[in-house]
């Protein structure tokens, strides 16, 4: 069985589909309000049956109530009479709101009312008749027939009510059930449409799924491939990294050797040639000795700034000292130099020479970003063991930044991550506006014996 052409059109089966939910709602909700505005009229047709009969009893307890004072002469049996009286005009109140638009209704009752206080105005006159000493005259009302013709055409006019309510129930329950088999017809044609368009659009989806799952095939096929090509850049340019970051340290520790042992000998040499010039004219040319002490001066902050230079490059107190040493020193010249409080707490532990020096390049490249931009008063660099790796931690107080956001220059964390790749390693980064910065990196321990 082939699916109808109308049906391989999903737009026009989406139409239908909306169409077929509308008029599915729309039957829904005219039911749905017809059938409770039904019920609304029930409701209060029950409750006008209801104060009919209240009524009805209501003129009995009245009347019965009266003629226990008369037989008994006793207050007590007045009681019945005047709550009667209350519970008649309620229900009055509730049938003239009720009947106040059907003038069929309203006539009878308004022939009841008619009644009502006829025989009303009876009881209160034989009432009234014995509260004046004239009992004799209220006997004879109480004797005659009237009281009881009243109540009948009372129980006639109400029951005349009763039955008008009979038939204006009846009929209400005859439009409730139309509504009903009309909601139920057209929720059942509509459905039948519906489930017929279901199984066409199911056989079309069957189609489209298949057409799917190899569509899926081919880009998973292409995925794949695109994960390989990734990883097989991603470990080229960490090789790459590895290699440049290796260059640059090797051309470092070449310049701070050429500075060191060229630059350095010229200056020292200079300071030499200087003194013994200043000993020379010590005696001849006194005037030459502050030039010559200036002079010396000059080669001295030459000298010195040749050796922070070659620190710069090539640290050899990494070399010389050791990890933790060398971070110590590099804390405390930060410190000195930034009036920054460096809280440090380094424990040895098993690196590699190269995993020694990124560990002092990440430390050093985080006090520089530090110092530009974290406005920081403390600064916690850390150094530890954990669980078969070493974890360095520089932390600040200062201003932080959102992660999120694309930063300005992210090229120093860029080369921090590269190079703690490139040694097998991890970084992870922390921070929050106003709440600063960590730099976290964790690499693997060195298990032979360090030298």
Same mark, same amino acid.
């Given at each position: 069985?082939?699916?109808?052409?109308?049906?391989?059109?999903?737009?026009?089966?989406?139409?239908?589909?909306?169409?077929?939910?509308?008029?599915?709602?729309?039957?829904?909700?005219?039911?749905?309000?017809?059938?409770?505005?039904?019920?609304?009229?029930?409701?209060?047709?029950?409750?006008?049956?209801?104060?009919?009969?209240?009524?009805?009893?209501?003129?009995?307890?009245?009347?019965?109530?009266?003629?226990?004072?008369?037989?008994?002469? &006793?207050?007590?049996?007045?009681?019945?009479?005047? $709550?009667?009286?209350?519970? %008649?005009?309620?229900?009055?109140?509730?049938?003239?709101?009720?009947?106040?638009?059907?003038?069929?209704?309203?006539?009878?009752?308004?022939?009841?009312?008619?009644?009502?206080?006829?025989?009303?105005?009876?009881?209160?006159?034989?009432?009234?008749?014995?509260?004046?000493? &004239?009992?004799?005259?209220?006997?004879?009302?109480?004797?005659?027939?009237?009281?009881?013709?009243?109540?009948?055409?009372?129980?006639?006019?109400?029951?005349?009510?009763?039955?008008?309510?009979?038939?204006?129930?009846?009929?209400?329950?005859?439009?409730?059930?139309?509504?009903?088999?009309?909601?139920?017809?057209?929720?059942?044609?509509?459905?039948?449409?519906?489930?017929?368009?279901?199984?066409?659009?199911?056989?079309?989806?069957?189609?489209?799924?298949?057409?799917?799952?190899?569509?899926? &095939?081919?880009?998973?096929?292409?995925?794949?491939?695109?994960? =390989?090509?990734?990883?097989?850049?991603?470990?080229?340019?960490?090789?790459?990294? $590895?290699? !440049?970051?290796?260059?640059?340290?090797?051309?470092?520790?070449?310049?701070?050797?050429?500075?060191?042992?060229?630059?350095?000998?010229?200056?020292?040499?200079?300071?030499?040639?200087?003194?013994?010039?200043?000993?020379?004219?010590?005696?001849?040319?006194?005037?030459?000795?502050?030039?010559?002490?200036?002079?010396?001066?000059?080669?001295?902050?030459?000298?010195? !700034?040749?050796?922070? %230079?070659?620190?710069?490059?090539?640290?050899?107190?990494?070399?010389?000292?050791?990890?933790?040493?060398?971070?110590?020193?590099?804390?405390?010249?930060?410190?000195?130099?930034?009036?920054?409080?460096?809280?440090?707490?380094?424990?040895?532990?098993?690196?590699?020479?190269?995993?020694?020096? =990124?560990?002092?390049? +990440?430390?050093?490249?985080?006090?520089?970003?530090?110092?530009?931009?974290?406005?920081?008063?403390?600064?916690?660099?850390?150094?530890?063991?954990?669980?078969?790796?070493?974890?360095?931690?520089?932390?600040?107080?200062?201003?932080?930044?959102?992660?999120?956001?694309?930063?300005?220059?992210?090229?120093? +964390? =860029?080369?921090?991550?590269?190079?703690?790749?490139?040694?097998?390693?991890?970084?992870?980064?922390?921070?929050?506006?106003?709440?600063?910065?960590?730099?976290?990196?964790?690499?693997?321990?060195?298990?032979?014996?360090?030298?």
């Amino acid at each position: 069985m082939t699916t109808p052409p109308f049906f391989q059109r999903p737009p026009l089966v989406m139409a239908l589909a909306l169409a077929a939910a509308a008029a599915v709602l729309f039957i829904s909700e005219a039911s749905y309000w017809r059938s409770a505005g039904t019920l609304r009229e029930l409701t209060d047709m029950g409750a006008a049956r209801t104060q009919i009969q209240v009524l009805e009893r209501s003129m009995l307890d009245a009347e019965t109530g009266q003629r226990g004072y008369l037989l008994t002469r &006793r207050k007590e049996y007045l009681e019945p009479y005047a $709550q009667a009286l209350l519970r %008649i005009d309620e229900a009055y109140r509730v049938l003239d709101a009720y009947y106040g638009t059907d003038p069929e209704s309203q006539a009878l009752l308004q022939r009841l009312h008619t009644l009502t206080e006829t025989k009303l105005s009876e009881l209160a006159l034989t009432l009234q008749l014995y509260e004046e000493g &004239r009992g004799k005259a209220g006997q004879e009302i109480l004797m005659t027939d009237i009281g009881r013709e009243k109540m009948d055409a009372i129980r006639a006019t109400s029951a005349e009510l009763l039955e008008y309510q009979t038939r204006a129930v009846s009929a209400s329950r005859a439009e409730l059930d139309r509504t009903l088999a009309l909601g139920r017809f057209g929720v059942a044609l509509l459905s039948a449409l519906s489930l017929l368009a279901l199984f066409f659009y199911l056989r079309q989806s069957q189609v489209l799924k298949r057409q799917q799952a190899e569509l899926q &095939r081919v880009v998973q096929l292409e995925r794949d491939r695109l994960e =390989v090509e990734v990883s097989h850049r991603t470990a080229e340019l960490i090789a790459l990294a $590895q290699h !440049l970051q290796t260059t640059r340290e090797d051309e470092r520790q070449r310049l701070a050797r050429n500075l060191h042992d060229e630059l350095g000998s010229l200056l020292t040499s200079a300071k030499l040639d200087a003194a013994r010039i200043k000993s020379r004219l010590a005696s001849t040319a006194p005037e030459a000795l502050e030039l010559l002490a200036h002079l010396v001066g000059t080669l001295n902050s030459g000298i010195a !700034l040749g050796r922070s %230079i070659i620190e710069d490059l090539r640290p050899s107190s990494l070399s010389n000292l050791g990890l933790v040493a060398a971070l110590e020193i590099l804390a405390r010249e930060y410190a000195a130099q930034s009036g920054v409080a460096v809280h440090c707490q380094l424990e040895p532990v098993a690196l590699r020479p190269s995993a020694e020096l =990124v560990v002092y390049r +990440l430390v050093q490249e985080a006090i520089t970003n530090i110092t530009k931009y974290a406005q920081a008063r403390n600064v916690w660099i850390t150094l530890c063991p954990h669980v078969g790796q070493v974890e360095v931690s520089v932390r600040d107080d200062g201003v932080g930044f959102d992660t999120a956001a694309k930063p300005s220059s992210a090229y120093g +964390l =860029v080369g921090m991550r590269f190079r703690v790749s490139a040694e097998g390693g991890s970084l992870h980064l922390q921070s929050h506006p106003g709440q600063g910065t960590q730099i976290l990196a964790r690499l693997p321990e060195h298990t032979a014996p360090v030298a």
